[in-house]
């Protein structure tokens, strides 16, 4: 069974760059599925950030792609997250998860806090 | 982008009760590409519902989701203490893809 675990500093500093990283175990991230971000301010509900593939084609959210870069390293076996040009509004829980064949998501990780404070 | 509306934001029962919850779309979803989430306190949501009415490996059938278009629900029939939790919808089917604001089902 897949499964996703989220990593990278849980504090960045007001218009600095977040950066996640998701290791994928279990089975080989260049199986044909899409592999995505999704993230959740405190108490709120939950936004898509964007999603990659094994090949390294993106689609990003249309209000974060200006700031969102995804990344994938088949030979690591996992995916990343950098956004930059961060505010207090990008505080947020951030979860990566594996994306169905059929669209859907059926695997998440366990969610990572991160905090935009100076 | 396609506007999922949820309703009713909190639904307040009692276990052994049953609850219905309305996810409604802004435009029709291809396909039916709408999936039901389940969430709770400190935890990742959890995966109950895909195609609308597909159910997840592990999901109790006192669960079921329908609808399709624009009009979707999930149901829970004789509530367990443990079905208490926020669930949301989503709709995979066109990018951008865009979740509910959520319901949230408390015990009274």
């Known amino acids: 069974q897949v499964q996703l675990q989220e990593s990278g500093p849980g504090l960045v500093k007001p218009s600095g760059t977040l950066s996640l990283t998701c290791v994928v175990t279990?089975?080989?991230?260049?199986?044909?599925?899409?592999w995505s971000w999704v993230r959740q301010p405190p108490g709120k509900g939950l936004e898509w950030i964007g999603e990659?593939?094994?090949?390294?084609?993106?689609n990003y959210s249309p209000s974060l792609k200006s700031r969102v870069t995804l990344s994938v390293d088949t030979s690591k076996n996992h995916f990343s997250l950098n956004m930059n040009s961060v505010t207090a509004a990008d505080t947020a829980v951030y979860y990566c998860?594996?994306?169905?064949?059929?669209?859907?998501?059926?695997?998440w990780g366990q969610g990572t806090l991160v905090t935009v404070s100076s | 982008e396609i506007v999922l509306t949820q309703s009713p934001g909190t639904l307040s029962l009692s276990p052994g009760e049953g609850a219905t919850l309305s996810c409604r779309a802004s435009?029709?979803?291809?396909?039916?590409?709408l999936a039901w989430y389940q969430q709770k306190p400190g935890q990742a949501p959890r995966l109950l519902f895909y195609?609308?009415?597909s159910r997840a490996p592990g999901i109790p059938d006192r669960f079921s989701g329908g609808g399709s278009g624009t009009d979707f629900t999930l149901t829970i029939n004789r509530l367990e203490p443990e079905d208490f939790a926020v669930y949301y919808c989503?709709?995979?089917?066109?990018?951008?893809?865009?979740f509910g604001q959520g319901t949230k089902l408390e015990m009274k």
């Open positions: 998860v594996k994306v169905n064949t059929r669209g859907y998501y059926d695997f």
């Open positions: 279990g089975g080989p991230i260049s199986d044909p599925n899409w």
């Open positions: 435009q029709s979803v291809r396909g039916n590409y």
């Open positions: 195609a609308a009415s």
């Open positions: 990659i593939y094994h090949s390294g084609n993106t």
């Open positions: 989503h709709m995979y089917g066109d990018s951008p893809y865009t």
